[in-house]
Nanobody, 112 residues
């Protein structure tokens, strides 16, 4: 049972990145999911949540710029990130609320 993230990287301000989180061996389709991030020296923060049927809620800091989605047939969670800012630099994690599983994290760095 694990979550495997991918898609992080280095991007310039104003750029975009798409993160993926593949669930292996989990009851993905019935689990609400979350995207979190943790910047150096900061606590891990919740930035997006999505219910099993696709209803989303976002933190104010990413509202209008980030979009969470899921494909239950592929056991995959997505985070589309646009208009990235230096303050979005962090390690990004996905979490499955059913079972409390975390991904390993993927680094996103926004810098010119």
């Amino acid at each position: 049972e694990q979550l495997v993230e991918s898609g992080g990287g280095l991007v310039q301000p104003g750029g975009s990145l798409n993160l993926s989180c593949v669930a292996e061996g989990l009851m993905f389709s019935i689990s609400a999911m979350g995207w979190y991030r943790q910047a150096p020296g900061h606590e891990r923060e919740l930035i997006a949540q999505i219910t099993s049927d696709g209803i989303t809620v976002y933190a104010d800091s990413v509202e209008g710029r980030f979009t969470a989605s899921r494909d239950n047939a592929k056991n995959t969670l997505y985070l589309q990130m646009t208009d990235l800012k230096p303050e979005d630099t962090a390690v990004y994690y996905c979490k499955a609320y059913f079972g409390g599983h975390w991904g390993q994290g993927t680094q996103v760095t926004v810098t010119s």
